[in-house]
Nanobody, 128 residues
Framework: HVQLVESGGGSVQAGGSLRLSCTDSGLTYGSYCLGWFRQAVGKEREGVAAILRDGQPRYAESVKDRFTISQDDAKNTLYLEMNSLKPEDTAMYYC???????????????????????WGQGTQVTVS
């Protein structure tokens, strides 16, 4: 049974930075694709960043060069380093995990929320 718990959200001024964390239980690193997603009020959930089973990252165009996804296997933790934050980054941020085959590598797949079965409860990020 996979459990995901996000933390690190908060309020920050535009141009600032935050680091989100997602700790997991029940995952074997290398067997799951992990992702960060966000949902703003009144909008659909969207993919932000994902890390493939081999550690390769994938990013949405809107966050490329500003956000960095990483993982620490020893700590069972997934991170999202967010820099140069903009008001449009305001949303509830969720981490998710799923056991896609290693052949699944396309951004349009691994950044699609409907492909993931395991979700955390979310952490709010507000940029003003």
């Amino acid at each position: 049974h996979v459990q995901l718990v996000e933390s690190g959200g908060g309020s920050v001024q535009a141009g600032g930075s935050l680091r989100l964390s997602c700790t997991d239980s029940g995952l074997t690193y290398g067997s799951y694709c992990l992702g960060w997603f966000r949902q703003a009020v009144g909008k659909e959930r969207e993919g932000v960043a994902a890390i493939l089973r081999d550690g390769q990252p994938r990013y949405a165009e809107s966050v490329k060069d500003r956000f960095t996804i990483s993982q620490d296997d020893a700590k069972n933790t997934l991170y999202l380093e967010m820099n140069s934050l903009k008001p449009e980054d305001t949303a509830m941020y969720y981490c998710a995990a799923d056991s896609f085959p290693p052949t699944v590598r396309r951004s349009d797949y691994v950044l699609r929320p409907s492909e993931y079965k395991n979700w955390g409860q979310g952490t709010q990020v507000t940029v003003s």
